[in-house]
């Protein structure tokens, strides 16, 4: 039957189709099942309540006993070293790397010093390159290290 038929009559059926049923499918599927509210959930979706952590991850961190931590990073070092020397590469001193890596962290500056100094310095780059383009141009030098607070200031907002 459906070869029979004319090619209006198959488009008025696709139209038909389009424009009536398939949104009276929809409208039946969202109020008979809630199918739109459970799209993309169940066991494998991506919009879920996760598991609380374990608690062994959430617990507060337990210190490392100091001679267990040296052991196992002259371990790792003896290890690193031996992969060098099969590639041919220069060996490591792993005592000096071992008493690198086991310094107290509050002997070295915080990250946030050295970002800071880092910060700084290339600041005063950028000032000293600024006063050479002012005496260049005939104009006077501005003071560096008050021109460093100042961009500072600008940069990071007000002390």
């Known amino acids: 039957m459906a070869l029979a038929m004319s090619a209006t009559s198959k488009s008025a059926i696709v139209l038909l189709f389009t424009g009536v049923v398939a949104p009276l499918i929809g ?3 969202r109020r008979v099942a809630g199918g739109w509210e459970t799209i993309g959930k169940g066991p494998f979706g991506i919009e879920r309540q996760l598991p609380a952590a374990p608690r ?3 617990g507060p961190r337990r210190g490392v006993d100091p001679a267990i931590q040296a052991a196992e990073v002259r371990q790792m070092l003896i290890a690193k070293q031996e992969r ?3 590639r ?3 060996p490591l001193d792993v005592e000096a790397e071992a008493e690198r890596l086991l310094a107290d962290p509050a002997e070295e500056p915080a990250a946030g010093e ?3 100094a880092e910060l700084r310095a290339e600041v ?3 000032v000293l ?3 050479e383009r002012r005496m260049r141009q005939g104009l006077e030098p501005l003071e560096v290290e008050a021109e460093i607070e100042r961009q500072l200031a600008d940069l ?3 002390p």
Do not use: F, K, P
Request: glycine letters at 8%.
């Open 88 to 90: 041919g590469e220069s």
């Open 56 to 58: 062994y991850l959430s």
């Open 84 to 86: 060098r020397e099969r």
């Open 129 to 131: 390159a600024r006063n």
């Open 114 to 116: 050295r970002q800071d």
């Open 156 to 158: 990071v907002g007000s």
């Open 27 to 29: 409208v039946v599927i």
């Open 124 to 126: 005063r780059q950028l």
